[in-house]
């Protein structure tokens, strides 16, 4: 079964600079291993018209979304509320999550920033957060998350369990020190040319230490293709005169 993915990243903090967002590769392998690969990225601000219209195009056009950033206490933690209006229910105090968080702030500390973050999108489910307790939730086919990395990791391995699996994704991949793109470019389109469900990738390296090269991908859903297709790489890259060398570059 074929699934696919998006994330969207939600914070000004990362269109700024302030922030280096660390969630993506997280995810990207997370979920390549879940069957349900990303297929797109974006980064958007804490903007509600923003908000509202990118989670409605893309959950219709994935089978899963997931969002991280802006659940928190703050004013300009809007993202739970845009997502209730983009599904057109009400963001409403969720009782067992209220009681959850009253319990750990204690009355007298669980003010009304606090409380805002008991509140979903009516019908929601919880996403377990066994970090710092205020949960994500997930709504349809959205699944929203936390900013904060070690946040974010918890609450996915949560979720992870509930989701809906595809195929794997899998990989191989060939380096050489001895070739580089522009030598391997025409054979390589010839290989993604007889494996149009398969992504192949060209990726250059530079080390400090002087050692240079390429490393070329095969990564797909249909193992035997993925095997055939890394067979070709590795013949193209001694028909080019370089020696192929299994696995990624040492760093």
Request: charged letters at 25%; glycine letters at 10%; one cysteine or more.
């Amino acid at each position: 079964m074929r699934r696919t993915s998006a994330l969207i990243l939600i914070g000004n903090e990362i269109l700024s600079g302030r922030t280096k967002d660390e969630n993506i590769q997280f995810l990207a392998l997370r979920l390549g291993e879940l069957g349900i690969p990303l297929r797109e990225i974006r980064v958007i601000p804490d903007i509600r018209e923003t908000i509202i219209s990118t989670v409605t195009e893309m959950r219709a056009k994935y089978d899963e979304v997931f969002t991280t950033g802006g659940i928190g206490p703050t004013h300009d933690d809007i993202t739970a509320p845009c997502v209730a209006e983009a599904f057109g229910v009400p963001w409403e105090f969720h009782p067992p999550t209220f009681k959850l968080l009253e319990t750990y702030f204690g009355p007298e500390e669980f003010n009304a920033a606090r409380q805002r973050m008991a509140k979903l999108p009516q019908g929601a489910i919880p996403i377990v957060n066994p970090v710092s307790l205020a949960p994500g939730f997930s709504i349809g086919n959205v699944h929203v998350m936390a900013g904060v990395p070690r946040i974010m990791r918890g609450m996915f391995d949560a979720l992870a369990p509930s989701l809906q699996k595809g195929a794997p994704v899998f990989s191989r991949t060939w380096h050489t020190t001895s070739l580089f793109e522009g030598t391997l470019a025409d054979g390589l389109e010839a290989i993604q040319n007889r494996f149009l469900d398969l992504d192949i990738g060209s990726y250059p390296f530079h080390r400090e230490d002087g050692r240079r090269g390429v490393a070329l991908v095969a990564k797909g859903q249909n193992r035997a293709e993925v095997e055939e297709a890394a067979s070709a790489i590795h013949d193209l890259i001694k028909t080019k005169g370089g020696t192929p060398i299994e696995g990624e570059p040492p760093v």
